[in-house]
Nanobody
């Protein structure tokens, strides 16, 4: 069983940077593609960033590419999301997700195996 635990949320200002972590308290994440999604009230869940099981392939939504960076440390069973140059449009609840398959399925939000709890990020102007 995989239980994904996400680090606490943030209230930040435009231009600030923050890092969030997603760790498994159970089974190892080393065979899973891991990603971050976000959602705001009344809107569809949106893919943000994903990384394959080995860490040598990443994919980003156009809205965050160049500002966010996803990485993983399989020895620590932890995935990180570095968020730079935050904008008010980044305000959302952020979730990490694990997919025991390829990165493409995770990016497409297909058959996600596990979800972590949401963490709120609020970016004020």
């Amino acid at each position: 069983q995989v239980q994904l635990v996400v680090s606490g949320g943030s209230m930040v200002q435009t231009g600030d940077a923050r890092s969030h972590a997603c760790a498994s308290s159970g089974r190892t994440l080393s065979s899973y593609a891991i990603g971050w999604f976000r959602q705001t009230p009344g809107k569809e869940r949106e893919f943000v960033a994903g990384i394959n099981w080995s860490g040598d392939s990443t994919y980003y939504a156009a809205s965050v590419k160049g500002r966010f960076a996803i990485s993983r440390d399989n020895a620590k069973n932890t995935i990180f999301l570095q968020m730079n140059d935050l904008k008010p449009s980044d305000t959302a609840d952020y979730y990490c997700a694990a997919e025991e398959g390829d990165l493409g399925m995770l990016v497409a939000d297909i058959d996600i195996d596990y979800w972590g709890q949401g963490t709120q990020v609020t970016v004020s102007s």
